[in-house]
């Protein structure tokens, strides 16, 4: 049976003062999960020290939204992985399609992170998505499977078994357009079929993929009660304590 793990990434919203209101507030809402469910709240760098301290004995995990490729060293503007990991930080969300756009990572890029992050004893969260054009055109497998090779390109197995993937298409993000369960369960299914070819089934079994793209209290337990949705990569609705309880309340395994 797979963890199933559902994180929010907070993305750039939230001061100091607004990161405290947020995490106590779902601290009260959620006191503790059910057994192999997972929650990871994912605030801007600036916060995590603060949240750090703040969920430390709570039934949730820190992680960060990026982080360099480098160890250390004269890179200005940049967060390593040594440095995330100190907070209290467990995960961390790496080639989000945002950053992919906005800031030109590739997927050699992305796999060089993981690694790093890996090595720091981090779990990424590992993202790939297909776009809107892409799906018309009929060559979303193609893309997937492009990206999801690329991606975990060079990483051993026992570094795969910590390692999450999240399926988000780029079209579903901030949109209000949320993949099908059925539409989902597919590329999942897909995403999972890639993982047991470059490793082997029983790993691909235990890994967990989530599922991101407009995912909110109304439709997350539809989706999360696909076969191969594990977990989900929740934006705007995590910003609120209500509304990232209610799908957290989704959540079973
Ligand atoms: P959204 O964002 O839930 O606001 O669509 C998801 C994401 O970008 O991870």
Partial sequence: MRTMIIAGNWKMYKDLTETRDLILALKA?????????????????????????????????????????????????????????????????????????????????????????????????????????????????????????????????????????????????????TATPQQAQEVHQLIRKLIAQQYDWALAERITIQYGGSVKPDNAAEILTQNDVDGALVGGACLKADSFSAILKAAKV
């Fill in 29 to 177: 809402a959620t006191p503790s999960l059910p057994d192999r469910v997972q929650s990871v709240v994912c605030p801007p760098f600036t916060s995590l020290a603060l949240a750090g301290e703040l969920l430390k004995g709570s039934a949730f995990q820190l992680g960060a939204q990026n982080m360099s490729q480098h160890d250390e060293g004269a890179y200005t503007g940049e967060v390593s992985a040594k440095m995330i990991k100190a907070t209290g930080a467990s995960f961390v969300i790496l080639g989000h399609s945002e950053r992919r756009q906005y800031h030109g990572e590739t997927n050699e890029l992305v796999n060089a992170k993981a690694k790093k992050a890996l090595a720091a004893g981090l779990h990424p969260i590992i993202c790939v998505g297909e776009t809107l054009d892409e799906r018309e055109k009929g060559v979303m497998v193609q893309v997937i499977t492009t990206q999801t090779k690329g991606v975990l390109a060079g990483i051993p197995a026992h570094d795969m078994a910590n390692c999450v993937v999240a399926y988000e298409p780029v079209w579903a993000i901030g949109t209000g357009r």
